[in-house]
């Protein structure tokens, strides 16, 4: 080194001062250049290098605090989309998310999530305090954590790892200038030191000193002038310079502080301001909400942060408001104001005021939304209850007028106008006693008005004038309206016009005593006429008479011509009926097409003849009514007071008894009573009463006839016929019942009784090894009008499992002809069942070849009054063949009923008769019985069909 160092020290001893003083000055000058980039270069990479670990720091803080939610609640996918947005930031590698335990929750690679962190580093991670953290750092790497916090307990760790490309290229960048500088410099130090010579030496040092107190941040410092040269004049710059930046600097902390003032002032306004404030971005997603705003929304500040609006506003008035906020983001309009619902966190609605206004300038796209929200649903819902309360004003049918306190008319609604005549303009500012009728006397008003301003309210009836001078009853109702001071303001009066109420009234008094149809009194009208008759005839001693008066067959002009046309005849008979009678005789509608009179001028037996003949005589005349001519003739029942009995009610059912009598002996007649007819009335009556629910009860049976195969001699099916066993009467014959039922409507129920009971029994006899062909039975007339006769059928098909066809429905030729048209619809509706028909008792009536011809029949019955004639009389037995012929025309089998000889039996299996059944061949009898019978029967041959068959009862 000494030897390198002494020919560098001989050449500066042999250089001029001079020289050496420039030398020196430039190298001096080099030297402060050099000391002067480097610090620079220092500054700037230890600046680079601390923005890079407060990003990494920034980043690691921010993923804490917005992934702590979803961590509590252990939400992956939130986690995720949390670490998502932290990882898109520049110079991120990765993000994750650490348990306590070392287990990674969540990563922006998916595939470390769920594995353990196992380096050193993070091994000591988790021992560390809950305090950011640097885990690792390099040249070129930082990875940062942050704890992830619920209150005061730690959840996990938050780390973020950034590459430092960006400071690695901020230093370079700096070392480059720094040598750009350190070579101009050193250019400059020649120039200048050949310039100055030696007296630079001094102030060039101050310089120096001057640069270090700076570097050191004393900006106090000050050179002072040293002389008039450009060294003094570089002095004075330099301590301009400072003095310049020690003022910009304190300018600087004074604004730092006045904004920090107003930042203080404007979070105080903001937090207590009366109205809810949220600041959003441009896409409508809460960034900021006020307190005020979160207590409106039912929501906290934290939760409603992040949010969007359209989470939060009701579906309708969102598409509403959507072109406005569309308008508001892209600049066309600067603020707006509307109203609109919005859903609380409870779930309820409410109705807000909205201020919406961009946080750019006018014209530009808005950067950001600030809206002022105040709660008006009270105000909504008094505004609704207003606009309901003048609807009902304006709607209801009740008038309605209001006066100010001085009796003074200031409203009135359009039902007033309706009821009074008056309209509007013409009662506005008068007093309502212009619709006073007088009928009420000055003291009843006295007295309406002493309890209107005693109570407050007042209701009751008054007659009131409409505009036309027409008087009519009112139920009005007062009310006095005061201020919140107590003092009256109004008078609210509501009116009822009780017109049309006291007319309907009028109307139901006379309804509730007569007749609607014919408007004759009714049986309660009749009841008190008659007893009045009574005492009357009690008190004078003179004989009354009540006759009993029935329209005979009338039922068969509803059933063929329907009821209306029946109602018609009901008319026109009352009618009839009153002009036959005198004008005082009670004449009364008891029910149906019964009617009651009561004779109390004349009711000598004599008197009862001649009122009973004419009315016979005069109803055989007949009726025209909807282009038919119809003759309607009378039964009638007569009952004597005091003989016969001495009350309304008995005289009313001795004569009603009377009449039945009458009916009995052929009808268009009339019959006394006497006493051997009460005991019939009670016994049919006994008997109706018993025979309503006897299917109920199980009193009901059903037998079964068989019906052979006249070429077989095989068992072609049953008849199925039912019996009632009363418990007290015994077995009551079908003679006595069936008509009964017919007549009081319970035909229909013992008709579903015997469908249900006889479609089970065939399939009960089939799972005991009988397989009986088919079974018959019998429709009445109340079935075939019955529109769910059908689904009945079908409803006792399914529950028994029994095949349609299996099954027989019987008509009567009556039945059929009585309304033929609906006869073939009926059955041709019950054909896609699959049941087959035949017409039971053929050749009594009156039946059209035409209508058999177009009905899905299948058999026809030869009824047993002419099998009876077989042998005995050659037209019976001509009609037989004559229907057998008919039958094979139309494609039918036959069968005959009543068999009970074998000549019969063979002159029909001779004739071509397919089917036969009566006693010959079995009684009706159970279904156990005819199970014995016939299980284990042969077969026969067509030639012993009769003989062989097994024998009746």
């Not at 986690?79 to 287990?103: C, K, P, T």
């Not at 309660?524 to 008759?533: I, K, W």
């Not at 063949?881 to 025309?889: S, T």
């Not at 071509?912 to 009684?923: K, M």
């Amino acid at each position: 080194m000494m030897r390198l160092l002494r020919p560098l020290l001989a050449w500066w001893r042999g250089i001029s001062i001079r020289m050496q003083l420039m030398l020196g000055m430039a190298a001096s000058l080099a030297l402060c250049v050099s000391l002067l980039a480097w610090q620079q270069l220092r500054t700037q990479s230890e600046l680079l290098r601390a923005q890079h670990l407060a990003q990494a720091r920034d980043l690691a803080g921010a993923l804490a605090v917005s992934a702590a939610p979803w961590v509590m609640a252990d939400d992956l996918a939130g986690m995720q989309e949390v670490i998502a947005s932290v990882a898109q930031a520049s110079e991120v590698r990765y993000a994750m998310l650490v348990s306590l335990q070392g287990r990674v929750m969540a990563h922006s690679q998916a595939g470390h999530t769920g594995r353990f962190m196992s380096d050193a580093a993070s091994r000591a991670l988790l021992a560390q305090p809950a305090r950011v953290q640097i885990v690792a750092a390099s040249e070129t790497f930082t990875d940062m954590a942050a704890p992830v916090m619920a209150g005061a307990r730690q959840l996990g760790w938050a780390r973020v790892g950034m590459g430092n490309e960006a400071v690695q290229r901020g230093v370079e960048q700096a070392r480059t200038q720094a040598l750009w500088m350190l070579l101009l410099a050193l250019l400059l130090g020649g120039v200048v030191a050949v310039l100055i010579a030696d007296g630079l030496t001094r102030g060039l040092q101050r310089l120096v000193d001057a640069l270090d107190q700076v570097s050191l941040g004393q900006r106090g410092f000050r050179l002072g002038a040293q002389r008039h040269n450009e060294l003094g004049r570089l002095g004075e710059g330099f301590d301009s310079m400072l003095g310049a930046l020690e003022r910009r600097e304190t300018e600087s902390l004074a604004a730092g502080a006045a904004l920090a003032e107003s930042e203080q002032r404007f979070r105080a306004l903001f937090e207590l301001a009366a109205v809810g404030v949220a600041q959003t971005d441009a896409q409508g997603r809460v960034e900021r909400v006020n307190q005020r705003c979160a207590q409106i929304l039912g929501w906290s500040q934290v939760d409603l942060c992040g949010k969007a609006w359209r989470e939060l506003a009701d579906p309708q008035d969102l598409v509403r408001l959507q072109p406005q906020l569309e308008a508001l983001r892209e600049g066309q309009i600067h603020e707006f104001e509307t109203e609109a619902r919005f859903v609380r966190a409870d779930g309820t609605t409410i109705w807000l005021s909205l201020t919406v206004a961009s946080m750019g300038a006018e014209g530009v796209p808005a950067p950001g939304i600030v809206t002022v929200i105040q709660d008006i649903s009270s105000r909504r819902a008094a505004e609704e209850k207003l606009r309901q309360a003048a609807s009902v004003f304006e709607s209801t049918s009740e008038a309605i007028m209001l006066t100010d306190a001085q009796a003074r008319i200031v409203a009135v609604n359009p039902a007033f106008t309706q009821i009074s005549g008056y309209a509007e303009a013409e009662v506005l500012g008068r007093n309502p006693r212009l619709m006073q009728s007088g009928r009420q006397s000055p003291g009843f008003y006295r007295e309406l008005w002493t309890s209107l301003l005693h109570t407050g309210r007042w209701h009751g009836e008054i007659w009131n004038r409409r505009k036309s001078g027409e008087i009519f009853p009112a139920w009005v109702t007062l009310s006095v309206v005061k201020n919140e001071r107590g003092e009256v303001t109004n008078y609210v009066s509501v009116l009822n016009d009780l017109s049309l109420m006291r007319e309907a009234q009028q109307q139901l008094d006379h309804l509730s005593g007569h007749d609607a149809l014919t408007s004759l009194p009714n049986r309660t009208v009749f009841r008190e006429g008659l007893q009045q008759a009574i005492e009357r005839a009690r008190r004078d001693g003179r004989v009354l008479a009540m006759i009993f008066v029935d329209l005979d067959r009338f039922k068969n002009v509803n059933d063929t011509l329907g009821h209306p046309l029946g109602d018609e005849l009901l008319r026109s008979a009352s009618q009839r009926l009153r002009a036959l009678l005198p004008p005082t005789t009670l004449l009364a509608r008891l029910g149906g097409d019964e009617f009651g009179l009561v004779l109390d001028d004349d009711a000598s037996v004599h008197g009862c003849l001649a009122c009973a003949q004419r009315l016979l005589l005069d109803f055989e005349r007949a009726f025209h009514i909807g282009g038919h001519a119809l003759v309607v003739t009378l039964s009638l029942g007569i009952s004597l007071f005091p003989e016969d009995a001495s009350d309304a009610d008995t005289l009313v059912r001795h004569a009603e008894r009377a009449m039945y009598e009458a009916k009995t002996k052929g009808r268009n007649a009339y019959q006394f009573f006497e006493p051997g007819l009460a005991a019939g009335v009670l016994e049919r009556l006994m008997m109706e009463t018993a025979l309503r629910g006897a299917a109920g009860r199980g009193e009901l049976r059903l037998h079964f006839q068989p019906q052979i195969d006249l070429r077989s001699g095989a068992l072609a099916g049953v008849e199925a016929l039912v019996r009632w066993q009363h418990p007290q009467l015994g077995l009551v014959s079908p003679a006595q019942f069936i008509p009964l039922a017919e007549e009081v409507g319970l035909i229909s129920e013992i008709g579903d009784w015997v469908l249900q009971q006889a479609c089970a029994q065939m399939v009960a006899w089939e799972a005991q090894g009988l397989r009986v062909p088919r079974i018959a039975v019998n429709l009445s007339v109340q079935q075939i009008e019955d529109p769910q006769h059908m689904a009945r059928v079908a409803q006792a098909l399914a529950h028994s499992g029994l095949a349609g066809a299996r099954l027989e429905l019987e008509v009567t030729e009556s039945l059929i002809m009585r309304q033929p048209e609906q006869a073939q619809r009926h059955l041709q509706e019950l054909l896609s069942l699959g049941v087959e028909f035949a017409i039971d008792d053929f050749g009594t009536g009156h039946s059209s070849l035409a209508y058999l011809r177009r009905l899905p029949l299948h058999r026809l019955k030869i009824d047993q009054s002419f099998v009876r004639d077989i042998g005995e009389d050659s037209g019976g037995e001509a009609i037989v063949h004559a229907v057998i012929a008919l039958a094979r025309a139309l494609g039918l089998h036959t069968v005959a009923e009543g068999v009970e000889q074998p000549h019969q039996a063979e002159f029909l299996r001779q004739a071509g008769c397919d089917t036969v059944q009566g006693y010959h061949f079995g009684r009706p009898m159970p279904a156990a019985q005819l199970l014995e019978r016939w299980l284990d029967a042969p077969a026969r041959a067509p030639s012993d069909a009769a003989p062989a068959a097994p024998p009746g009862p």
